[in-house]
């Protein structure tokens, strides 16, 4: 069979160029699809139109009054706002952006975010073959509709009703409404109203040629890419005017879903696409059948010319988080919700996702143009914190395969007031590094602990002097757990367990919040890489088996200093859309409620002891008393980490190697894990003094007060009755009371109306109780705990008598002195394990200084050893500047090498000045 010969709307002599075509030509074959459907009969597929036009027109005659009752109001304000929205574009909001800037808190511009350079071009500089092509794939109607196709319309609610797909019914009028004027992906029906009115009223103002104009200019083609002109840059090097066929095709399939075919992440995706379109204009008559299998045979042929360049934006860690900031901002004023808690890993990826594709499009956007970023950045803490993390990291100078030093350091400081991020450091430098590490995740180790399993074991009514068992515990996974000493220690308060990091009763209190609130509550402060599979590990969250960043961590243990409420860090005030007049998003510090006020203070307090007692105590800031936290270390010593916070102020910092092979296979050595605290230290004098912070403690609720020198305890939360309340109470107390008296009268003549007894039996069961009682009593106080048991079970024996006794009202007396005897008792006991907790404690401190003492010498040792060779290096450098020996500068850095590890070590080595000797006698300094 011969095959049918068409005219060929290509230009062979300029195959990227498509001719002119009908564009009704093979309208029916337009809404087959090529995967083998069969043409439906003309009649049937009539016949089936109608039958799904007449039940739509019955169900929306049955269902009006109910629609209108329930949405007309909100439809009517739709079609209102659609109008005022349309009567505000004008030409200009289409144009050319100026660049977007990033201003501090003080409103001085510090960034001009110019990567890209947009190509804006008139219709009349656009490729036909672009246009043409564009308008048969995306919008086949465009120039005989208004603004509103109703024939797409229809036909999209038949294709859900027949196929059960969902068909889009968006002209590309309404794509550029919904993604340039409304800048709104939300999926809700008043939304469509507005895109609906607006497209049409749009079409009144500018021709089709200006829409196409505009459409092609403002549209994301993936990567940082708006517009067909970038695109074309960008994915072939090439001016979009001479692109060629199956280039065309693949550009204009991007829109419709950047990510699922971007062609450098997914190349078989984009094929596809790419082969679709090209298919779409074989069936349109656009193209011929060789054409369309000579195009769609050829590769995707890419030659990608990187123009996004970010160094600009990635030389400043304040500003690309600033912009990470500004990016989710606009995802939430475009629609996206985001998320911190999934049912289970397959919705996890859907949204990381959704997510991913969300993020790049409008993160290209802000850097397309148009935006104001107000920020509380201050360039002058920013700068100060880097320095000091520079020095502090200064001995180190390792570098991996890509020349970055290693270990690497991440830092976040929030001020405790706002929740604004005052400083962020994401790695060593930013220069030709372009990881923010302060918002990369990583394992904590146990910095999880206080917001995983104490906060919440305060709130179920522990007290930082409640004692637990360090024991033997096996994880979920059936693997003991172990401390980071050997062996367990036997019972110990949560005090004291906390200091010293113990695992075992970490675990053991998350394993008692048997609902896993600490999931949620890690949801609610916005830990964004949780994911399903760490909820399985259960109680080991507590250990820090999940993986987090500095901010998140910060803002975490910010949360205590707020009574336990929570806001989410942030160094953006405002985002401001220059073009459309309108601020997208202002900050407003929403505070929500995390913790308890009460857990929040014991838990502060108890990380207090961290810094005076435990693991802590070279984080210990010389200028400032009261100071909470908390080390975390993970397997192997990959990770170290402490967040610390005052009043004022939280610092979250870690420091371990890119990778794991770097170094001695990722672990650190001991002076490298000694470098979060003395980061801390740094930084939180220096921060004390800049915000001028006054030395007062952290302020205890008026619910919480000190017990002894070490015990916090709960009061009981007393709340203002109002005066309903106070009325209702009262007349109710009152029918109580009498109701009681009638009862009482009743129940003391139990014995004889019921059980049929004499006053003289009656007073003889009660004579047993009560002499029984008295005996107890005589024993005094508990002698052992030994005892305990057998005293408990005298009180049994009572209890048994106590049950023959049939006057009630003396029964409910010998009931409640019974509680007493048990209540004392416990009390004994508790003080008796006291006793014998600080008897046990007092040998492991004993045992603890013994070993500190140890290594204290051996400290000391180090630093004589350091000390002589400090001594004799000094003499080596002078002698090679007073002689201007040429390797001076080798001597100078092997003098400030033993310096830093003199002070690794906590010891002293002041700064010299070395003269050269010359004319105009230079000098140089040993200053970090």
């Known amino acids: 069979m011969k095959e049918e010969r068409r005219k060929l709307p290509v230009d062979e002599q300029q195959p990227g160029v498509l001719s002119r ?5 093979a309208a029916e074959a337009a809404r087959r699809h090529h995967h083998g459907h069969q043409p439906h009969k003309k009649h049937r597929g009539w016949k089936i139109f109608l039958l799904v036009l007449l039940t739509l027109l019955v169900l929306a005659g049955t269902a009006a009054g109910v629609a209108w009752a329930k949405y007309g109001g909100q439809a009517k304000q739709a079609i209102t706002d659609g109008y005022t929205i349309a009567a505000t574009v004008k030409r200009a909001d289409f144009s050319p952006k100026q660049p977007t800037v990033v201003k501090d808190k003080n409103g001085q511009v510090i960034r001009t975010l110019s990567p890209n350079q947009p190509i804006y071009l008139k219709y009349a500089q656009i490729n036909p073959g672009i246009t043409k092509g564009l308008v048969a794939v995306e919008d086949r109607r465009f120039y005989e509709h208004h603004g509103v196709d109703p024939y797409a319309v229809v036909r999209s609610l038949v294709s859900v009703l027949r196929r059960r797909q969902v068909q889009g019914g968006s002209t590309l009028t309404q794509q550029l409404v919904k993604n340039d004027i409304l800048k709104d992906q939300s999926q809700t029906p008043m939304r469509k109203v507005r895109e609906m009115v607006i497209a049409q009223e749009l079409e009144k103002k500018f021709s089709k040629h200006d829409i196409l104009e505009f459409y092609l200019n403002d549209t994301y083609f993936g990567h940082g890419q708006y517009g067909i002109g970038s695109a074309a840059k960008y994915y072939f090097n090439t001016d979009q005017s001479k692109l060629t066929l199956n280039q065309i095709a693949l550009l204009v399939g991007i829109p419709n879903n950047p990510t699922l075919y971007d062609p450098l992440n997914n190349p078989t995706g984009a094929r596809n696409r790419r082969n679709t379109v090209l298919y779409v204009w074989q069936q349109q008559g656009l193209i011929g059948s060789k054409v369309f299998a000579r195009e769609s045979a050829k590769p995707l042929g890419l030659n990608v010319t990187n123009t996004n360049t970010n160094s600009n934006i990635t030389d400043n860690y304040a500003v690309s988080y600033a912009l990470t900031n500004a990016t989710e ?32 499009q409008d993160y290209a956007q802000l850097l397309n143009g148009g935006y104001v970023i107000n920020t509380t950045i201050d360039m002058g ?4 914190i880097e320095q000091l993390a520079s020095q502090t990291y200064a001995p180190y100078t390792a ?4 020349g970055r030093l290693q270990p690497q350091v991440a830092s976040t400081v929030v001020d405790n007031q706002t929740g604004d991020v005052l400083a962020i450091i994401g790695g060593r430098s930013p220069q030709n590094d372009q990881v923010n590490r302060a918002l990369s995740a990583r394992p904590f180790g146990s910095t999880a602990k206080p917001i995983v399993a104490y906060a919440e074991a305060f709130s179920r009514g522990y007290t930082p002097m409640s004692t637990m068992v360090d024991k033997p515990v096996t994880n979920v996974n059936g693997q003991p757990l172990q401390n980071y000493y050997a062996g367990y220690h036997g019972s110990m308060t949560l005090r004291h367990a906390l200091e010293d990091s113990v695992n075992t009763v970490a675990f053991q209190l998350a394993a008692q919040d048997t609902q896993k609130s600490y999931y949620e509550k890690l949801g609610q402060m916005q830990f964004s890489a949780i994911t399903p599979s760490d909820l399985a590990n259960g109680p080991a969250m507590a250990l820090g088996s999940f993986r987090t960043n500095t901010t998140e961590m910060a803002g975490a243990y910010s949360t205590f200093s707020r009574s336990g409420q929570f806001i989410a860090p942030s160094n953006l005030t405002t985002l401001y859309d220059s073009y459309n007049r309108r601020t997208v998003f202002q900050n407003g510090h929403e505070k ?9 203070y014991m838990m502060i307090n108890t990380m207090q002891g961290v810094l005076k007692n435990g693991l802590g105590k070279a984080a210990a800031l010389n200028n400032y008393p009261y100071t909470a936290g908390k080390t975390g270390t993970t397997d192997n010593y990959h990770d170290i980490s402490f967040v610390g916070l005052t009043p004022r102020f939280t610092i979250a910092n870690w420091t371990g190697y890119d990778s794991n092979n770097s170094g001695n296979n990722g672990e650190l050595t001991e002076s490298m894990q000694m470098l979060p605290m003395a980061l801390f230290k740094a930084e939180g004098q220096y921060l004390v003094s800049a915000l001028k912070e006054t030395k007062t403690d952290f302020p205890m609720p008026s619910t919480i007060r000190k017990v002894g020198n070490n015990n916090l305890e709960a009061l009981p939360e007393k709340q203002k009755k109002t005066a309903n309340d106070v009325i209702t109470a009262d007349l109710s107390q009152l029918a109580s009371e009498r109701k009681q008296a009638n009862a009482d009268r009743l129940t003391n003549l139990d014995y004889r109306l019921i059980y049929h007894l004499s006053k003289k039996e009656e007073d003889k069961r009660e004579k047993v109780v009560r002499t029984a009682i008295a005996d107890f009593n005589d024993q005094g106080e508990l002698p052992s705990l030994k005892k305990y048991d057998t005293w408990l079970k005298q009180i049994q024996d009572i209890r048994y008598k106590n049950q023959k006794v049939r006057r009630q009202s003396a029964k409910r007396s010998f009931d409640d002195q019974l509680n007493h005897l048990v209540r004392d008792l416990n009390y004994q006991q508790a003080l008796l394990q006291e006793e014998e907790s600080n008897a046990k404690l007092a040998k492991y401190n004993q045992q603890k200084a013994a070993i500190e003492s140890e290594r204290d010498k051996e400290r000391q040792a180090k630093l004589a050893e350091l000390q002589s060779q400090y001594d004799t290096q000094l003499a080596a450098t002078r002698q090679a500047y007073e002689t201007n020996a040429s390797d001076k500068e080798t001597q100078r850095q092997k003098l400030i090498s033993i310096m830093n590890e003199i002070r690794s070590y906590g010891g002293s080595a002041p700064d010299v000045t070395l003269n050269v000797p010359s004319d105009n006698s230079a000098s140089s300094s040993t200053r970090r």
């Open 21 to 25: 075509t009908a564009r009704r030509q």
């Open 329 to 360: 901002a606009l995802m939430s004023a475009n629609g996206f919700t985001f998320q911190y808690a999934f049912k289970d890993t397959k919705a996890q990826q859907n949204y990381n996702a959704q997510y991913n594709r969300l993020y790049q």
């Open 381 to 384: 803490i920013q700068q100060k």
């Open 399 to 402: 570098k991996d395969s890509q």
């Open 592 to 600: 929500k409620n995390v913790f308890s006020a009460n857990a929040s």
